[in-house]
C-alpha cells in the first residue's frame, strides 16, 4: 500500500514539474524579427536605378555623384509627377 502511495506521488510530482516547465517558456520573442526586418532600407540612384546600397552616400557611378534615396522614396516621388 506504501509503495503506491510513493508511485502516485512520485508521477503527481513529476508530471507537475514537467507542466510547470513548460508554463515559463513561452516560445520564441517575435518582436526581435520584427525589429530586424523593418531596418533593412535600400538606397538607389535616383537616376541610375540599377545601382543599391545598403547605407546612404553618394553614386559611385563616374560623373553622377548624385545622392542615394531610399527605393520607397523614389516610387511615391515618381507617383507624384505622374499626378501633376
Known amino acids: 500500500m506504501k509503495k503506491s502511495i510513493l508511485m502516485a506521488i512520485a508521477v503527481l510530482f ?49 560623373g553622377c555623384g548624385m545622392t542615394l534615396v531610399k527605393k520607397s522614396d523614389l516610387k511615391k516621388k515618381s507617383a507624384e509627377k505622374m499626378k501633376m
Open 14 to 62: 513529476s508530471a507537475t514539474t514537467v507542466f510547470a516547465a513548460n508554463h515559463n517558456n513561452p516560445g520564441p520573442d517575435s518582436t526581435k524579427t520584427k525589429k530586424s526586418t523593418a531596418a533593412k532600407v535600400i538606397y538607389t540612384c535616383p537616376m541610375h536605378t540599377d545601382v543599391m546600397s545598403l547605407k546612404p552616400g553618394k553614386c559611385p557611378k563616374p
